[in-house]
């Protein structure tokens, strides 16, 4: 089956620690896309990478890394510098060949700081 | 840039009852219209999507939305709601040019009472 992944599902994190978001794809889409889930606020857009080895901050990168090593992976490390790092974290990839620009997302990661 | 706006934030509908959820997006330029849907403990999925041709675009489970340009809105529409439809829907916008990320409203909560 074709589709994106994420994990883990739950992790809780210390104040201080850095920890890694995992997101994977066997779509073959070039682009992928990390957003932050808050309630009452949409989904808000942290960084995106349009091709293998080559990514870009977003409206809300501060705190936040990535790397685009692999075109089918695409981890987010939350640093200990996010200084609300609570919330719910989506992955997504967009298929190029399509003209709408149409995204398809993973399960998510719900992230706590304890 | 442009920006998304959702005025219904919860929305409490009795069975059988027609939907009609507000968007309103702002951008000069040409864009792609979406609505995705988050059912309980579900993936972000997509509910149906505009991008060119007839304004008036039907998707899953028996939605639509209509796409009105002089008014810069995409409203979702549903004729008769079921509990199942109980959901946190998005309304959502990209631009065909640039990183192609999407911009969300912050979002409704249907709830819909049996």
């Known amino acids: 089956d074709g589709g994106i992944t994420q994990s883990p599902k739950y992790l809780f994190r210390k104040e201080g620690q850095n920890v890694t978001l995992s997101c994977e794809q066997n779509?073959?889409?070039?682009?992928m896309y990390w957003y932050r889930q808050d309630p009452g606020q949409g989904l808000r857009l942290i960084y995106y990478s349009q091709i293998v080895n080559d990514f870009q901050k977003g409206d809300i990168a501060e705190g936040y890394s990535v790397s685009r090593e692999k075109k089918e992976s695409f981890p987010l490390t939350v640093t200990s510098a996010q200084k609300n790092p609570t919330a719910f974290y989506l992955c997504?990839?967009?298929?190029?060949?399509?003209?709408?620009?149409?995204?398809?997302f993973g399960p998510g990661t719900r992230l706590t700081v304890l | 840039a442009q920006s998304v706006s959702q005025h219904n934030h919860h929305v409490i509908l009795s069975e059988a009852a027609s939907l009609e959820l507000g968007c309103n997006y702002s951008y000069g330029g040409t864009v792609n219209l979406f609505w995705y849907v988050q059912y309980p403990g579900q993936h972000l999925q997509l509910l149906l999507k505009y991008f060119s041709g007839d304004p008036l675009v039907k998707g899953i489970k028996g939605f639509e939305a209509e796409f009105i340009k002089s008014k810069f809105s995409f409203n979702l529409r549903k004729p008769s709601v079921q509990w199942s439809d109980t959901a946190e829907y998005f309304c959502?916008?990209?631009?065909?040019?640039?990183?192609?990320?999407?911009?969300f409203g912050s979002g409704t909560r249907l709830q819909v009472q049996p």
């Open positions: 997504a990839s967009r298929d190029g060949t399509l003209k709408s620009n149409e995204q398809f």
């Open positions: 779509l073959n889409h070039d682009a």
């Open positions: 959502a916008v990209t631009v065909d040019t640039g990183r192609r990320a999407l911009t």
